[in-house]
């Protein structure tokens, strides 16, 4: 089992930053690829950003190419999605989530999950 707890949402206006944490706690970490997926009220949820295992392989949605950054901390547990010139559009809950060794794009390729922090950006 791997346990998985988001922090850093909140409210914040368009253009400014806020830097997401996904701190794990269970199996050796530094085995899993992370993904940061999203969920709008009344929409699907949806990849966001991806990292493998060591860190060197990472995948952005369109939509936040060149402005946001995963990263991870194998030392530390942790991945952290870094979310800069932030825009309503980006509004929902954010979600990371795990699987061994590669990432994958789409949702159900991910075995673990936390429970979501929430980011809105107000225009």
Do not use: H
Request: with cysteine; aromatic share 14%.
């Amino acid at each position: 089992q791997v346990q998985l707890v988001e922090s850093g949402g909140g409210l914040v206006q368009a253009g400014d930053s806020l830097r997401l944490s996904c701190t794990a706690s269970g199996r050796t970490f530094s085995n899993y690829a992370v993904g940061w997926f999203r969920q709008a009220p009344g929409k699907e949820r949806e990849i966001v950003a991806a990292i493998n295992w060591s860190g060197i392989y990472t995948y952005y949605a369109d939509s936040v190419k060149g402005r946001f950054t995963i990263s991870r901390d194998n030392a530390k547990n942790t991945v952290f999605l870094q979310m800069n010139n932030l825009k309503p559009e980006d509004t929902a809950v954010y979600y990371c989530a795990s699987r061994l060794m590669s990432y994958r794009d789409y949702a159900t390729a991910y075995d673990y999950w936390g429970q979501g922090t929430q980011v809105a950006v107000s225009s």
